[in-house]
């Protein structure tokens, strides 16, 4: 047993010796700090830490990393230490024994146990610390995707505006998060070197299915049933004369009771398509149930159903209709009606629909000198054209500025070319096809005087349109000074 114990002790003599070098002691820092890092995180993720996608990275990816890095680090400085000392010809012929007399052991072990506790608490604090940040919005929206300026300040003004960016653009575990940020390297680079595209262009092709983000808080079984829709607008008169629409909208459930939602996403119902990449013309849509058996093929005129393959399509999803349920972005007339109905541009004051809308759409080369511009004009419309209104109603008219800018601000980003309708949006039919992107669009493949249907009733049921009293309102007793929420 001694000759053994003197045998391994004499082999690793000489790399003790060679280790003392630069290169190899960063490589040992390297692999103390991932190896204690790992240690770290470990239990975290078997008690279900996974949920945070970020994890992910720092123990599959970027832990490897230093630890290899390491390991490779402290051979390559061994090696070029004995190769000097070999030229120099003061490579030693013996090795001072292994025990704690050998100073150069000392050392060694004196230098790992350091840095291991150091190690061991920077890097608990900061690996708490950083998987925490990089799970905020502030860093999705602010730090290293500052590129992301109109997502994220139509995120900050959205229902969504209190759910982590990463819950829907990542959702839980790493095999997810490794997937979008590999994708997503690309988008590193185009930051750093200035060659992104503007607009960021949509729809995000590689997020994950709805059902594991969106219907982890929405769910599609759930029936809705009908939902009141009071819609408000006001002229471009003086007196801003205001009007209501007031549908009933057939909300339904995915659990087999109809409406929209049972239409789209009932018990065995699975609709693909083929559209082109903005989703916004659509090629073909096959229909699907499985609990009935019936199947149904639509195409658009340009497309012989011989060449559609169905399996190659997209399965429909929440994110297909709802394609902007927290980047909302508005045109300027709708924008304006709903400043106006909640108060932050005053409606009694002349004329400021139509004028505000004439300076929302002038041509502005950053959101500073639209702030500027918008405050100018309207100040000065009023001085020319109404100056009893600039004397006897100033609080409102600084409100009616303040509310068109931050209307400019939410909606509009000249350095992303973001401009009014760059971004279309698909709930509805009113200012962009949505709908009627099938419905209407697409015939039967057996027969051409078949179409997917287009019955307004069937999605609601028009109570009131464009009244300034409507008589239903009254009945159901909302017919107050405020407008309902939608």
């Given at each position: ?388 209104v600039i004397a006897q109603q100033r609080a409102d008219v600084s409100r009616a500025v303040k509310g068109l800018v931050a209307v400019y601000q939410q909606n509009v980003f000249p350095k992303m070319n973001v401009n009014w309708g760059t971004y279309p949006n698909n709930l509805g039919h009113m200012n962009f096809p949505g709908c009627f992107r099938c419905h209407g669009a697409l015939h039967a493949a057996n027969d051409p005087n078949k179409m997917v249907p287009q019955d307004c009733n069937v999605c609601h049921n028009l109570l009131s349109m464009g009244e300034a009293n409507p008589k239903i309102l009254t009945d159901l007793g909302l017919a107050g000074p405020s407008t309902p929420s939608q």
């Amino acid at each position: 047993m001694a000759n053994q114990a003197n045998g391994w002790r004499k082999w690793l003599s000489p790399y003790v010796h060679l280790s003392g070098n630069w290169i190899s002691l960063v490589g040992v820092v390297l692999v103390t700090t991932g190896a204690v890092l790992w240690i770290t995180l470990l239990p975290i993720i078997l008690r279900g830490f996974t949920d945070n996608p970020y994890a992910g990275i720092l123990t599959f990816m970027g832990l490897p990393t230093i630890i290899f890095g390491g390991l490779i680090l402290i051979p390559v400085g061994i090696s070029l230490r004995s190769r000097r000392e070999r030229n120099k010809g003061i490579y030693p012929s013996t090795f001072p024994p292994l025990d704690f007399k050998n100073a150069e052991l000392r050392r060694l072990l004196f230098f790992v146990g350091v840095t291991t506790v150091v190690n061991l608490i920077i890097g608990a604090q900061l690996l708490y610390s950083g998987v925490n940040y990089m799970d905020s919005v502030t860093f999705c929206g602010q730090t290293c995707h500052t590129v992301m300026q109109p997502e994220y300040v139509a995120y900050e003004h959205s229902p969504h505006a209190r759910v982590a960016c990463v819950e829907c653009h990542i959702g839980p575990g790493a095999s997810w998060f490794v997937r979008s940020k590999l994708s997503g390297s690309y988008q590193v680079f185009a930051t750093i070197f200035n060659v992104y595209p503007r607009p960021i262009p949509v729809p995000v092709t590689n997020l994950r299915p709805a059902r594991q983000t969106c219907e982890q808080c929405h769910w599609p079984a759930r029936f809705e049933g009908n939902r009141l829709v009071i819609i408000p607008h006001y002229a471009d008169d003086e007196t801003n004369s205001l009007t209501k629409t007031v549908l009933l909208m057939h909300i339904g459930g995915g659990n087999g009771q109809g409406g929209i939602h049972g239409a789209h996403v009932g018990p065995g119902i699975t609709i693909r398509y083929g559209s082109d990449p903005t989703r916004q013309k659509m090629n073909w849509v096959e229909y699907s149930n499985a609990e009935t058996g019936k199947k149904a093929l639509f195409v658009n005129d340009k497309t012989d159903p011989k060449t559609v393959n169905p399996a190659s399509g997209r399965v429909m999803d929440c994110i297909d209709c709802h394609n902007q349920p927290t980047h909302i972005f508005h045109l300027p007339g709708d924008a304006m009606d709903e400043a106006m109905a909640n108060g932050s541009i005053p409606a009694s004051l002349p004329y400021v629909k139509k004028e505000g809308l004439v300076l929302l759409q002038e041509k502005y080369s950053s959101r500073e000198e639209a702030a500027k511009k918008i405050s100018a004009g309207l100040i000065a419309f009023y001085t020319q054209k109404y100056p009893q209104v600039i004397a006897q109603q100033r609080a409102d008219v600084s409100r009616a500025v303040k509310g068109l800018v931050a209307v400019y601000q939410q909606n509009v980003f000249p350095k992303m070319n973001v401009n009014w309708g760059t971004y279309p949006n698909n709930l509805g039919h009113m200012n962009f096809p949505g709908c009627f992107r099938c419905h209407g669009a697409l015939h039967a493949a057996n027969d051409p005087n078949k179409m997917v249907p287009q019955d307004c009733n069937v999605c609601h049921n028009l109570l009131s349109m464009g009244e300034a009293n409507p008589k239903i309102l009254t009945d159901l007793g909302l017919a107050g000074p405020s407008t309902p929420s939608q």
